[in-house]
């Protein structure tokens, strides 16, 4: 069974445009995964400092072009919440990426399925 060669040229454009928008989108997805993790570790370094502060110190958070004294507590409670949310984040772009390499792989092997197929 032969392929026309107008499908087959059709059918090789729609693979290779999959597989370039798959590797596109993988790109991006390890983009946002590094900044998350550079991110939380950012949190975790703050948390730390804010949790090896005296019970007393005073903490000022930026609001704006201004500073708030806010309560440690509050600070460290924020920092927390943050930190599961980012990795929360990394989590879902983790599938995300998981995802992405599936279709990638997919697309180049039904690419070279097809080559195959109309080369012989």
Do not use: H
Not at 43 to 57: A, I, R, W
Not at 84 to 90: C, F, I, T
Not at 102 to 109: A, C, D, G, H
């Amino acid at each position: 069974m032969s392929i026309p060669n107008e499908a087959l040229q059709k059918l090789l454009l729609e693979l290779e445009q999959s597989a370039a928008q798959s590797q596109q989108q993988i790109s991006a997805v390890k983009q946002q995964i590094a900044l998350k993790g550079r991110e939380s570790r950012m949190l975790q370094l703050t948390k730390g400092e804010v949790e090896s502060l005296p019970k007393d110190t005073k903490v000022y958070e930026g609001v704006g072009k201004m500073f708030v004294m806010t309560p440690a507590d509050e600070v460290k409670q924020r920092l927390s919440t943050e930190d599961s949310e980012l990795k929360s984040d990394v989590s879902s772009l983790e599938k995300r990426l998981q995802y992405l390499e599936t279709t990638f792989k997919n697309s180049r092997q039904n690419l070279d399925k097809v080559l195959k197929a109309g080369g012989g």
